[in-house]
T-cell receptor, first 111, second 112 residues
């Protein structure tokens, strides 16, 4: 059992649809990060959230950190084929701790 | 220009042989990490470094060793490669522990 559970594991949608990816834990994290990984490349940092209840927007992507700092979500509005990839959440339980990664959600956006 | 490079990008090796993967950074970051990525397991930490000659084990360190003799280089050695070590290996760097990792492009290692 992973410390950070992501759901769903796989998501296939049509271009223009919305999607939400979840990252859940029974533990409290001081910060959560979201990464996107494309085939053949390393993960790339999208955002870091550090305050319970925090919402951050990055163009069509909206990230939320749960009030209790145990969970996070990533919502994509009007998904495009360029959003296809593996989305990973990662958390640090305390400042200065190493990151723990979730298992990832593979997103496929069909044109 | 990439601030972190991994070499080689691909390698095929035989069971029982030693293998060394290299991670090189130009960001002068203090922290460097080696992960392996396997289907169904996500990213798992092998070893990390918090300074020159300062390293520690991660969750899957058995069969691996690391060395960091310079700030910019972090080497991962498979002492005697096994088929279970077939994986994609990623190096990451950060200026602050647990914050904003930058990953390399990975090394795909196949042990036959």
């Amino acid at each position: 059992t992973q410390l950070l559970e992501q759901s769903p594991q796989f998501l296939s949608i049509q271009e223009g649809e919305n999607l939400t990816v979840y990252c859940n834990s029974s533990s409290v994290f001081s910060s959560l990060q979201w990464y996107r990984q494309e085939p053949g490349e390393g993960p790339v940092l999208l955002v870091t959230v550090v305050t319970g209840g925090e919402v951050k927007k990055l163009k069509r992507l909206t990230f939320q950190f749960g009030d209790a700092r145990k969970d996070s979500s990533l919502h994509i509005t009007a998904a495009q084929p360029g959003d296809t990839g593996l989305y990973l959440c990662a958390g640090a339980k305390a400042a200065g701790n190493k990151l723990t990664f979730g298992g990832g959600t593979r997103v496929l956006v069909k044109p | 220009d990439a601030g972190i490079t991994q070499s080689p990008r691909h390698k095929v090796t035989e069971t029982g042989t030693p293998v060394t993967l290299r991670c090189h950074q130009t960001e002068n970051h203090r922290y460097m990490y080696w992960y392996r990525q396997d289907p169904g397991h996500g990213l798992r930490l092998i070893h990390y470094s918090y300074g020159v000659k300062d390293t520690d084990k991660g969750e899957v360190s058995d069969g691996y060793s690391v060395s960091r003799s310079k700030t910019e280089d972090f080497l991962l050695t498979l002492e005697s490669a096994t088929s279970s070590q077939t994986s994609v290996y990623f190096c990451a760097i950060s200026g602050v522990q647990g914050y904003g990792y930058t990953f390399g492009s990975g090394t795909r290692l196949t042990v036959v």
